[in-house]
């Protein structure tokens, strides 16, 4: 069975940086559309970054340029890294690998995703 691991969050200051990680179990990272999501309380789930088996990049535009996705195979993990974090960034972080487009929650039924990592930026 597949599974995901997030780790890294905590709570930083606005203009810090944090870089999460997702570590797969029973799934091969390098080859999966893997994706890094977010939800903030009160919020829908919100698409950060996408990175394709061909290790094409995309990333929302309030993040683009602050944040960057990147894979290592030999430890098939993924990671997010975050700099000049600010205060909207605060959120849970998910990963999540092959999956359909989420609704109101990070979740879908097709797919695998992680448990989530708190985010917390404080002005």
């Known amino acids: 069975e597949a599974r995901l691991a997030e780790s890294g969050g905590g709570s930083v200051q606005a203009g810090g940086s944090l870089r999460l990680s997702c570590t797969g179990s029973?799934?091969?990272?390098?080859?999966?559309?893997m994706a890094w999501y977010r939800q903030a309380p009160g919020s829908e789930c919100d698409l950060v970054s996408h990175?394709?088996?061909?290790?094409?990049?995309n990333y929302e535009p309030a993040v683009e340029g602050r944040f960057t996705v990147s894979h290592d195979k030999d430890k098939n993990t993924l990671f997010l890294q975050m700099n000049n974090l600010q205060p909207e960034d605060t959120a849970v972080y998910y990963c999540?690998?092959?999956?359909?487009?989420?609704?109101?929650?990070?979740?879908?039924?097709?797919?695998?995703w992680g448990q989530g990592t708190q985010v917390t930026v404080s002005s």
């Open positions: 990175i394709d088996s061909d290790g094409v990049t």
């Open positions: 999540a690998a092959d999956n359909g487009m989420p609704g109101k929650n990070c979740y879908t039924e097709l797919g695998h």
């Open positions: 029973g799934i091969t990272l390098v080859d999966s559309e």
